[in-house]
């Protein structure tokens, strides 16, 4: 069964500091993988998604994300944060096309703090 | 619609009532899902459709919550019984399909609903 783990539960940092998050992920196929955030009271929005191709993606607001397959691991990052990425960030995963299930496994999410 | 309509927002109920649940998919979705959001759990995924079928509802906790889709558009998540376990708020989200979804984007991306949050007292 697929299952997506987030490593980092709560992140505090200070506006302009780098930001990775971690998410590994266990599934042995053909996998389509994506970050969501989720804004204070607003609902979950699409952050980036990797499919097929160049293992690096870049998504909204600065955002990118690096797929290593050897790792089984697709780590959010962004150079500078600022106050505004404050929110709660989900890694997901799915089987590729032709897989058993269509559905997004989410992980436990990890709440973002930035600091003015 | 533009956007995955979710109602109502807020319910509070008593231990033991029945809760419907609603969503109004994107117009040309032909997926639709339910999920579950706790503190600290994540989103769990509860069920999900294709058209009017569910080819995955694995994630239904137990018998007393069950959903249903017609006319492959509005989907009604249905719990029974309600328990104070049951407290959460219930996503629903949308998208192509895997098929669609690989035609256009190679990626079955879903469109998330702003929710239900649900109470049992």
């Known amino acids: 069964a697929q299952s997506v783990s987030q490593h980092n539960h709560h992140v505090i940092l200070s506006e302009a500091a780098s930001l990775e998050l971690g998410c590994n992920y266990s599934?042995?196929?053909?996998?389509?993988l994506f970050w969501y955030v989720q804004y204070p009271g607003q609902h979950l929005q699409l952050l980036l998604k990797?499919?097929?191709?160049?293992?690096l993606v870049k998504g909204i607001k600065g955002f990118e994300a690096e797929f290593i397959k050897s790792k089984f691991s697709f780590n959010l990052r962004k150079p500078s944060v600022q106050w505004s990425d404050t929110a709660e960030y989900f890694c997901?995963?799915?089987?590729?096309?032709?897989?058993?299930?269509?559905?997004?496994?989410f992980g436990t999410g990890t709440l973002l703090a930035v600091q003015p | 619609g533009a956007g995955v309509s979710q109602s109502p927002s807020n319910k509070v109920t008593e231990k033991g009532k029945d809760v419907e649940l609603r969503c109004d998919p994107i117009s040309g979705h032909t997926a639709l899902y339910w999920y579950r959001q706790s503190l600290g759990q994540g989103l769990e995924f509860l069920i999900y459709?294709?058209?009017?079928?569910?080819?995955?509802k694995s994630g239904l906790p137990s018998d007393r919550f069950s959903a249903e889709r017609t006319g492959g558009s509005v989907s009604t998540l249905t719990i029974q019984r309600t328990q104070q376990e049951d407290s959460a708020v219930y996503l629903c989200?949308?998208?192509?399909?895997?098929?669609?979804?690989?035609?256009?984007?190679?990626?079955?991306?879903?469109?998330f609903g702003a929710g239900s949050r649900l109470t049992v007292l």
């Open positions: 997901a995963v799915n089987a590729g096309y032709g897989g058993a299930t269509n559905k997004l496994i």
């Open positions: 599934y042995g196929g053909t996998v389509n």
């Open positions: 459709f294709q058209g009017n079928s569910a080819p995955d």
């Open positions: 989200a949308s998208s192509f399909g895997l098929q669609w979804g690989a035609l256009l984007s190679g990626a079955n991306v879903l469109t």
């Open positions: 990797y499919f097929s191709g160049d293992p």
